[in-house]
């Protein structure tokens, strides 16, 4: 019996000091979570500071702590916690009811984050995904990718929305050019102001604003206007034709106040993007020049190995990439400074036999390469993606490539910005039986997701305006069309 009772005293012993233990394990915890105690050893009280101003400042830090302790209760991750913390708390409010279906791990996400079945985690991730970008990722992303290549080498997270390529119809119409639009681009940064160059040697600069209209018939070339580039703050325009001149347009005024004159034609033209007193033109004699727009004097010029009827810079204004006849992208490296021009690299195309470039486009972001990419369009029908490394003085390597029909005409691409960054990696060509497809190039099959109709003649090219919710194309009998994309439909 006495052994009993020392055997339950012990084991009553035991426990209370098991209690008390868990009691104070439990009061630290509350001290480091306990926000008005965390606030208050943020704020001591000295002896002589202002009570009223003590109170009110602990109020206000027990209010924040109390609100990130909350918050940080909520979120979770892998130690990688900036991105993920940054993105909870700028989530969208209807975060809840958007699904977001699991990814497969790729190269470029291994490791970054793990898995996690909640619904939240899984909208970090989708988030965070495009958010920091791995340097190893562009060694392991490397190879060439071909169309024919396995779709999860393109996988990438995809929000469930509504197909951003769905269009309601018909914004405007402009039919008053009886000639073929060779080319046509909306305003730098602009939503409403549209310009179209056509083969009669006019430019019409219009609004789709309502009502739609034409604001100013740019006249004075004797040719075909081959191409164009608006000035950083759309009040000029310059323009390159097959009459062999330069002509720099005063936009409001509708007056063209210089023309540069050459001996071949002038095939193409890009203002610098940072310093807009540089004009680069690459024309049919091989070369690639760069002319002061202030005076319209040759500041310096490359020769390359042919005709050059595309060329685009990069975003920082430090690199040229020119296509030419032979089917090879040149790297060209400008000084922003002094307008001087050097060559670095050059690429072949991905097609076979020596076409000519259409399209040569820069792009500063890619999910799909997690850098600048670049996008261009041979006549016989290559389209190719390649990413840009301008470390490596704008090194380009071939991401994927799509052989389309071969086309009579210079009939141009675009990428589709805005829509590539929610989901696929989408290019908009027009075509020669009259119609406008989009291609998502991260689809080894059906790569065609959408097609426009309503010419009536071959479509040359098209441009989307700043906003991306419209999109213009023109075509061979003069036509052009503005088409308005649907509204992505967000419930609450």
């Known amino acids: 019996m006495t052994d009993q009772t020392i055997e339950q005293c012990s084991s009553e012993i035991d426990q209370h000091e098991e209690n008390l233990n868990q009691n104070q394990k439990k009061k630290k915890k509350d001290v480091t979570e306990d926000p008005e105690t965390f606030s208050c050893m943020l704020q001591p009280c000295p002896p002589d500071s202002d009570p009223n101003y003590i109170g009110i400042r602990r109020i206000l830090l027990f209010r924040k702590a109390e609100s990130g302790v909350l918050r940080r209760k909520d979120w979770r991750c892998n130690g990688k916690g900036y991105v993920a913390y940054r993105n909870f708390i700028n989530r969208p409010d209807n975060w809840l009811n958007s699904q977001i279906p699991s990814r497969t791990s790729t190269p470029g996400t291994s490791g970054r984050w793990m898995s996690s079945p909640s619904q939240l985690s899984l909208a970090l991730e989708a988030e965070s995904w495009a958010g920091s970008r791995d340097i190893r990722e562009s060694q392991t992303l490397s190879r060439t990718v071909s169309l024919g ?108 106040i210089r023309v540069i004159y050459g001996v071949t034609s002038q095939l193409c033209i890009r203002f610098h993007p940072v310093n807009n007193n540089f004009l680069t033109v690459g024309n049919a004699n091989r070369e690639v020049s760069v002319f002061n727009f202030s005076t319209g004097r040759s500041i310096s010029k490359i020769v390359v190995d042919g005709e050059v009827p595309a060329l685009d810079y990069d975003h920082t204004g430090q690199f040229i990439f020119c296509g030419d006849s032979q089917g090879s992208i040149y790297s060209v490296k400008v000084n922003s400074h002094q307008g001087t021009l050097s060559r670095t690299h050059r690429t072949r195309s991905s097609s076979k036999q020596k076409s000519e470039f259409t399209t040569i486009q820069y792009r500063t972001f890619s999910l799909m390469t997690q850098g600048p990419v670049l996008l261009s369009l041979t006549r016989d029908g290559s389209l190719s993606f390649f990413s840009v490394n301008l470390e490596l003085q704008g090194y380009l390597t071939l991401r994927c490539s799509l052989k389309l029909t071969p086309r009579l005409h210079s009939i141009r691409a675009s990428f589709c910005p805005l829509l590539s960054l929610e989901k696929g990696e989408y290019i908009v060509i027009g075509s020669e039986d009259a119609a406008v497809y989009f291609y998502d190039l991260t689809r080894p099959k059906n790569t065609c997701v959408n097609k426009l109709q309503g010419h009536g003649y071959p479509v040359i090219a098209v441009a989307w305006n700043h906003g991306e919710n419209l999109l213009a194309s023109s075509d061979f009998g003069g036509t052009v069309i503005v088409w308005k994309r649907e509204k992505t439909k967000q419930k609450r």
């Not at 018909?170 to 083969?199: P, R």
């Open 149 to 256: 290549a396995n779709s999860s080498d393109f996988e990438h997270p995809r929000r469930k929305a509504e197909l951003a390529y769905s269009f309601v119809g018909m914004h405007c119409i402009f039919d008053e050019c009886k000639s073929m639009v060779t080319v046509i681009k909306f305003g730098h940064m602009s939503s409403d102001i549209l310009a179209y160059g056509a083969t009669d040697g006019t430019i019409t600069v219009c609004t789709v604003s309502e009502p739609p209209s034409i604001m100013k018939k740019l006249t004075g070339h004797s040719k075909d206007v081959t191409d164009f580039d608006f000035s950083l703050n759309n009040q000029y325009i310059a323009s390159s034709s097959l009459d062999k001149t330069v002509r720099v347009w005063d936009i409001p005024n509708g007056l063209c």
